[in-house]
């Protein structure tokens, strides 16, 4: 399985922009279908973004459309979330996860590699 490492993350102020990486190692990366998982405290994990192993489709969770933007680099076997127009609401940990067959699923349990998940805390 591919070891996944988030970085990125900190503290920005609303309505400003963010761009969180996951670097993987230790498996085939282009076979993995890669997603952007947000925990906020009391709340369950969601899906925000999706994107296959070609990056030739994506899903974006209704809450980010038109913020977010996933990509992925499979010559740096890099995932990427861009993040603009951030909400306080938007605070949370935000983890990559890897696997889902290549496709470009959000629902956690098709995932089998999980990073270690970075802080996004966006003050109003």
């Known amino acids: 399985q591919v070891q996944l490492v988030e970085s990125g993350g900190g503290l920005v102020q609303a309505g400003g922009s963010l761009r969180v990486s996951c670097a993987a190692s230790g498996g085939t990366f282009r076979n993995y279908g890669m997603g952007w998982f947000r925990q906020a405290p009391g709340k369950k994990r969601e899906c925000v973004a999706a994107?296959?192993?070609?990056?030739?489709?994506?899903y974006y969770a209704d809450s980010v459309k038109g913020r977010f933007t996933i990509s992925r680099d499979n010559t740096k076997n890099t995932v990427f979330l861009q993040m603009n127009s951030l909400e306080p609401e938007d605070t949370a940990v935000y983890y990559c996860?890897?696997?889902?067959?290549?496709?470009?699923?959000?629902?956690?349990?098709?995932?089998?590699?999980w990073g270690q998940g970075t802080q996004v805390t966006v003050s109003s």
């Open positions: 996860a890897g696997g889902a067959g290549g496709y470009s699923s959000p629902h956690a349990r098709d995932y089998v590699s």
């Open positions: 994107i296959s192993w070609s990056g030739g489709s994506t």
